[in-house]
């Protein structure tokens, strides 16, 4: 679990709009159309240095979210999307901001991360078990971030990963989505690299949330990188901040 972790360039942004796979942009929002709300409060310099990374307008399109919906940021670590959709949904939108009780434990400054985000006027910074979300329903989407492996890391109960995706299913209105980044592992390597290079297979990912009894609506290869051999831990200087990451988009039936 160590190290949990205006605009784009023109670049990126045309990036964005032609990385789609299987209709995964098709009908929602234009990576461009969040300009303006990614330039202003609550975010910081720091995040906007880091948007062309993490490639954050074309991602918030990906998860087609808008102003007003309701947004769970699920394992939050420092809270840079949380921050994102804080301003992206803006003030008549709300963010949940949720960080397991085992992070806060395991380092304080994931616990002052969620201090931090409860302190926004549209966020509600929440800590409870990892196995446990305490969360609100009728939301519109469930995002998380370089962390859905960590379901799977060691310390926690096998069934952490049913738990969370159940917990995501009950969350979400009718026709919402939950929206998962994370870093690649080798094809058909499963879990056997969850907590030795924190990454996770994304046809395990697949089968796991579909299991939940969600529908796999879109996929992206926005931040896939060529360069990544999948071979080192995400956190070696070799890799650190240039991994390959799938983006999944599932659909709650309804």
């Given at each position: 679990m160590r190290g949990l972790k205006v605009g784009l360039a023109a670049a990126a942004i045309a990036a964005a709009l032609g990385a789609a796979a299987c209709g995964a942009m098709m009908g929602g929002p234009a990576p461009?159309?969040?300009?303006?709300?990614?330039?202003?409060?609550?975010?910081?310099?720091?995040?906007?240095?880091?948007?062309?990374?993490?490639?954050?307008?074309?991602?918030?399109?990906f998860a087609r979210v808008e102003p007003g919906d309701r947004v769970i940021d699920m394992i939050i670590g420092g809270g840079f999307f949380t921050r994102a959709f804080a301003a992206a949904v803006g003030p008549e939108g709300h963010v949940t901001a949720w960080q397991p009780q085992e992070f806060v434990q395991f380092q304080a400054s994931y616990g002052d991360a969620v201090t931090a985000a409860d302190a926004l006027a549209n966020v509600?910074?929440?800590?409870?078990?990892?196995?446990?979300?305490?969360?609100?329903?009728?939301?519109?989407?469930?995002?998380?971030?370089q962390n859905y492996h960590d379901l799977h890391l060691d310390p926690f109960?096998?069934?952490?990963?049913?738990?969370?995706?159940?917990?995501a299913f009950a969350a979400l209105k009718p026709g919402g989505h939950y929206v998962i980044v994370d870093h690649h592992a080798a094809e058909g390597?499963?879990?056997?690299?969850?907590?030795?290079?924190?990454?996770?297979?994304?046809?395990?990912?697949?089968?796991?949330?579909?299991?939940?009894?969600?529908?796999?609506e879109g996929e992206s290869d926005l931040l896939e990188r060529d360069g990544d051999p999948l071979t080192a831990n995400v956190f070696d200087d070799s890799i650190q901040g240039k991994t390959s990451q799938f983006m999944l988009r599932f659909r709650k039936p309804g």
């Open positions: 461009e159309s969040y300009a303006e709300a990614l330039a202003g409060a609550p975010r910081t310099d720091q995040d906007r240095a880091r948007d062309a990374v993490r490639m954050t307008a074309g991602t918030l399109a509600d910074g929440v800590s409870s078990p990892i196995a446990a979300p305490v969360w609100p329903s009728g939301v519109d989407v469930v995002f998380t971030a109960a096998d069934d952490t990963a049913r738990r969370v995706n159940a917990a390597s499963g879990l056997a690299a969850t907590n030795t290079l924190h990454r996770i297979d994304v046809e395990q990912v697949k089968r796991e949330v579909l299991a939940a009894g969600f529908v796999l």
